[in-house]
């Protein structure tokens, strides 16, 4: 059979959220939380669980935990 020719795929299914708080909407609306390393707002609210990383921190994160092997 071929493939459908408009970019979708009969096999295609989308991901399943995971549950992990990067796969959740963000709190809509202020207060919104600070940052727990430098202290900058974030874009999630303050009801939002765990810790919460501006985009800036949250990179620096990342990067750290994929050199750190």
């Known amino acids: ?7 979708t795929h ?9 549950g992990h708080p990067a796969d959740t909407a963000p709190a ?7 940052c727990v390393l430098c202290g900058a707002p974030t874009e ?13 921190c949250e990179w620096q994160e990342a990067q750290r935990g994929a050199c750190s092997g």
């Open 44 to 56: 999630c609210g303050v009801a939002q669980p765990g810790a919460v990383l501006c985009p800036v």
């Open 10 to 18: 009969e096999c295609y299914a989308p991901p399943a959220p995971t």
């Open 28 to 34: 809509a609306g202020p207060p919104f939380a600070d």
């Open 1 to 7: 059979m071929p493939a459908p020719t408009d970019g």
